[in-house]
């Protein structure tokens, strides 16, 4: 082989395989009893963790925080915290998501007996609470004090002491109570909390009639087996101290994020990961059957993008990348043997692309764009022209390399902006509204896509569905055409 000369001759190299993504196919349409409304779209993101609704929202710095995180799992779905903060930092947001709808409040408001009346009505206002527990010195539980046992001393004895006002038969349970035995408590005594005492009746936390309603509110949400929101957090190649203090946080899955993760030090130091945590390691990116041999060994999943992302420059700088229907269908070939749940990560636009990776082999959806417009997203809401949006940009633009670091492209902090060769770009996307009704236009499209191939649950769609390939005259065909849209349907906005 001189002079880098192939044993073929290099014209061999044009025999190239075809590789497909999103636009290229359509699920071709089949006799069908299922009800869109029916199709069930629970699933598995790794090995151990299920989800009620099969989508992710992307590890990105304008895209998923804990705000993000818990409106996802709240829905059944699973938001992976980005890695553009300190260790303490996604060790707090952990922290702020597993609270989020746990039964027992850790973190509770309390008065003093000695406190006068008027500054406890103020302290509860200031703390956004109706009631407080009265404890003394050492957290023992003297009485609680609410709005209606305050009010008419606002009147007359705003200077009495707490003591006076409180009430102070306080009915309490034990750690291990459950949210029906907190409810029948509060039913048969008329109240609204319940403090939670340990042995020697010092307060460790209470449970509130609105926590336990707001809990039955999303009967879909995510959790872990002690009923708390899941969350996934995402960890470059090499962070050892990272995943494990994430791991020890309480996160359900750990993502290794890199961009090309097809690379032997990214995989020996990602089984590293794996034998050191608890939570399921997902490891990604990749897009190719050998990169799937190479990982399915160890990991409890795999996440399949290699260029497709909406704000990616990876394809056009590096020249390399791989079409994303194309990508998924070979990893998921290799992994589905192994049984390792697949995602696809990257290029999802509309709940078309995401029924038709799933049909390609993927268990659930990343997605990024069609997310970031949204309030629970982090970042402002700005105008242009007379039109709303919100910040997104690529993990591997200037912006997000400078205060992350460029480890996930396997780059080296640089110290001028000059100095990085960036492989995302910074961008506006349009400002949509809640998160709950994005998804929920995502995922009733997605079930009427199993509507249209018959097919009830994901499994039975995976086997049942077909791909037609589509021309570029039935790709225009495929959007709305010869006319001007009056009015914007929720879930379709025109490309630009
Ligand atoms: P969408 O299309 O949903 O894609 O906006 C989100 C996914 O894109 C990946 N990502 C990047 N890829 N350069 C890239 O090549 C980047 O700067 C970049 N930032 C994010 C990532 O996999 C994400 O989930």
Do not use: W
């Amino acid at each position: 082989m001189a002079n880098g000369h192939p044993e073929e001759p290099f014209s061999e190299k044009l025999r190239v395989p075809e590789a497909l993504t999103f636009d290229d196919v359509l699920l071709r349409p089949k006799e069908s009893r299922v009800e869109p409304d029916d199709a069930d779209v629970t699933t598995r993101v790794s090995r151990d963790v299920p989800l009620s609704v099969p989508v992710l929202s992307a590890a990105m710095d304008t895209v998923t925080e804990s705000e993000m995180a818990i409106a996802m799992a709240r829905q059944g779905g699973l938001g992976v915290l980005h890695r553009n903060m300190s260790v303490d930092g996604v060790v707090a947001e952990i922290e702020r998501v597993k609270r989020a709808d746990e039964l027992i409040i850790r973190d509770v408001v309390t008065a003093s007996p000695n406190q006068t009346v008027r500054q406890v009505d103020e302290m509860m206002a200031e703390r956004g609470v109706s009631g407080a527990p009265v404890v003394d010195g050492d957290d023992e539980v003297l009485g609680i004090i609410s709005g209606t046992d305050i009010r008419p001393y606002l009147e007359v004895g705003e200077r009495d002491e707490v003591r006076e006002a409180m009430t102070d038969e306080v009915i309490t349970a034990p750690e291990d109570v459950t949210a029906r035995e907190a409810l029948e408590l509060m039913y048969e005594h008329k109240i609204e909390r319940v403090p939670i005492v340990d042995d020697e009746n010092r307060l460790i936390g209470l449970v509130t009639m609105q926590g336990i309603l707001q809990r039955r509110e999303y009967d879909q949400a995510a959790r872990d087996d002690d009923g708390r929101l899941r969350v996934g957090v995402a960890v470059g190649p090499f962070e050892e101290e990272r995943a494990a203090a994430a791991d020890e946080a309480g996160a359900d899955v750990l993502f290794i994020d890199c961009a090309h993760a097809h690379n032997r030090n990214v995989i020996e130091s990602a089984r590293d990961i794996k034998a050191a945590v608890e939570a399921d390691v997902v490891v990604g990116n990749i897009g190719t059957r050998e990169a799937a041999a190479d990982v399915v060994e160890f990991a409890d999943g795999v996440k399949v993008g290699i260029g497709p992302g909406s704000i990616c420059t990876t394809r056009v700088v590096t020249g390399a990348g791989m079409p994303q229907i194309t990508a998924v269908a070979q990893v998921a070939d290799v992994a589905a043997q192994h049984d390792v749940p697949v995602i696809a990560d990257g290029g999802i636009r509309y709940s078309g692309d995401a029924i038709k990776a799933i049909a390609a082999g993927a268990d659930a959806v990343m997605l990024g764009s069609y997310f970031a417009g949204t309030d629970e997203a982090p970042g402002r809401v700005v105008t242009m022209n007379g039109k709303k949006y919100k910040q997104y940009r690529g993990m591997g633009s200037v912006g997000a390399m400078r205060s992350g670091g460029g480890d996930r492209y396997l780059k080296d902090v640089e110290e001028d902006d000059e100095d990085y060769v960036p492989e995302g770009v910074e961008a506006a996307t349009p400002y949509k509204g809640t998160l709950e009704s994005e998804l929920h236009q995502l995922v009733g499209g997605m079930k009427s896509g199993m509507g249209y191939v018959g097919a009830s649950t994901i499994p039975e769609f995976k086997k049942r569905s077909e791909f037609v390939r589509v021309s570029p005259a039935g790709q225009t065909e495929g959007h709305p055409h010869d006319v001007i849209i009056t009015d914007e349907a929720p879930n379709y906005r025109p490309e630009e």
